[in-house]
Every structure is written in structure tokens, then in C-alpha cells.
């Protein structure tokens, strides 16, 4: 069954067992981001963070592309000098944080075109599954825009500082297989089978145990975020691991490996 979200541009349906998709449709803006889309996207993330029921979120656009990033044309010419970095930055901000911070595994399918921000909100989920015929690409140079530093960090974290500096300094798309080769996804498929690619990758991140998906993206983003662990921290991650062998989960893995059989995950 199928949610229209900000007035019909963000859609919210569930094409396989624990999978929840959202697909950005704004056609008439090229799927750019505004406010209402980023608004929405920060609101129905955290429901979809009730139980296992939702245990991986697949994000994409309607075809023919992913984004064409943050709509600029949505901010009145007079409100630049006063309210531009308010406008651009809280609603953006807000949207990604909510994907960072989702516990679950998040997908991007990017089955288009994706460019400024929406190649940050591509870069924010966990994994990135790309249509052979996507470009994607980094614009600021070519709209006099110093990016933020919060977004320039992902990049930096993901592809390193030679291509973070080559898709900021050059303004230039890039296509699918060399965004493959460089990190900035991590798969690449025939454009025809992108759709049902990307639900199958859901569906099997999906199938996998609850706790562990959980714990192993919580210590892995917190790992990433602190390269030198205080104390507490080290403590945290160590009671973590222990937690899942008194798991019901962790039994039910064992025996389910045992007797050749798929597992019934209870998320406890």
C-alpha cells in the first residue's frame, strides 16, 4: 500500500517483507529537493524506526533520475542576503541527519541522474546500488556556492581527498562505473534492472538479524566518527557484543544454521 507524503512528492511504500521505500517524485523540478520533500523525509524516518517491521529503507526517484539536488529556484531572489543560509541549511540539514541516524541499514537507488544534493543524500546512506546510465555529480563551483562543511566531511569519508577535491573543484559529472571504481557507490547495474536490483539488495539486507544489523552500523558509524575511543565508548561497544550472545536471535541464527533452514529473527 502506497503513502503520499508531502503532497504527493514523496512516496512511501513497502515492495518487499521488512523493506520500506521512499521515492522522491517531483518530476516537474527534476526530483529536487524542497522543502516539504525534506521536511517529509525527516518526519517519516523515525517511524519507520518502530520494531523490526521496517528493517531496511530503499530510497530512489522517479524515473528518469534520482535528484537534481537542493531547489535552489524555490528561494525568492530578495531572501538570499537574509534568510539564504536558513533556508538551504536547517530543512537539508534536518532531512540528512534523520538518514544518518536511522539504526537500520538505509539503501539509495539511484536510478537517474543525481547531483548536489541529492548525491549527499545518496552518499548519507549506508550503501548506494547505480544505474550504468547515472551521472553524478558535485555543481558548487558552478552556482557560487561554498558547500558545508557537514556535507564536504561525508565526501571526504567516502571517497578520500583526491576525488572530494575533484568533484568539487571541477564542477564535472561523473559516470556510473567510474563512480563505482572511485567509492561513490558501490554497485553498478543495467539501467532495466535497477528497480528490481535494488528491492532484491533490500529484501536480503533486510532478511538479516535485526540486533546484529543494528549493532554492527552502530559501532561501524560510531567507529568512523571517533577514530580514538574514549573509555566509554570502548566500554559501550564491548557490552554491545557481549549482548548479542545472550540474544534469542543469536540461538536462533546457530540453530538455523545448524538445521539448514532460513531464521525467524525476533529482534530480541
Known amino acids: ?3 503520499r507524503l508531502a503532497g504527493g512528492k514523496l512516496l512511501l511504500d513497502r515492495p518487499a517483507d521488512a523493506v520500506a521505500r521512499l521515492t522522491i ?3 516537474e523540478r527534476r526530483n529536487a529537493l524542497d522543502h516539504e520533500i ?3 523525509i525527516a518526519e517519516v524516518l523515525p517511524q519507520l524506526n518502530r ?4 528493517r531496511c529503507v530503499l530510497i530512489t526517484g ?7 539536488g537542493y531547489d535552489i529556484a524555490g528561494i525568492p531572489d530578495q531572501s538570499f542576503e537574509r534568510d539564504a543560509e536558513a533556508l538551504v541549511a536547517h530543512p537539508f540539514h534536518a532531512a540528512m541527519e534523520a538518514i544518518a541516524r536511522h539504526p537500520w541499514p538505509t539503501i539509495a537507488a539511484v536510478n537517474g541522474h543525481c547531483l548536489g544534493g541529492g548525491l549527499e543524500l545518496a552518499i548519507t546512506c549506508d550503501l548506494r546500488i547505480c544505474a550504468a546510465g547515472a551521472k553524478l ?3 558548487p563551483a558552478k552556482l557560487g556556492l561554498i558547500y558545508g562543511h557537514t556535507g564536504l566531511r561525508k565526501f571526504l569519508d567516502t571517497i578520500g581527498l583526491p576525488y572530494t577535491k575533484e568533484l568539487f573543484l ?10 563505482e571504481r572511485i567509492g561513490l557507490v558501490n554497485w553498478v547495474v543495467g539501467d532495466a534492472e535497477l528497480e528490481d536490483e535494488a528491492v532484491a539488495l533490500a529484501a536480503a539486507v533486510a532478511a538479516n538479524a535485526p540486533l546484529s544489523m543494528r549493532g554492527n552500523k552502530h559501532a561501524i558509524d560510531l567507529l568512523q566518527a571517533n577514530p580514538e575511543l574514549t573509555e566509554q565508548q570502548e566500554a559501550g561497544l564491548v557490552a554491545l557484543r557481549e549482548s548479542c550472545f545472550s540474544s534469542e536471535d543469536f540461538r536462533e541464527g546457530i540453530r538455523a544454521f545448524a538445521e539448514k533452514r532460513d531464521p525467524q529473527w525476533t529482534g530480541r
Open 170 to 179: 571541477t564542477g564535472r559529472n561523473v559516470e556510473a562505473g567510474r563512480a
Open 137 to 139: 555529480g558535485m555543481p
Open 51 to 54: 520494531g523490526i517491521e521496517n
Open 38 to 40: 525534506l521536511d517529509a
Open 25 to 27: 517524485a517531483n518530476p
Open 62 to 68: 522517479a524515473p528518469p533520475l534520482f535528484s537534481a
Open 1 to 3: 500500500m502506497e503513502a
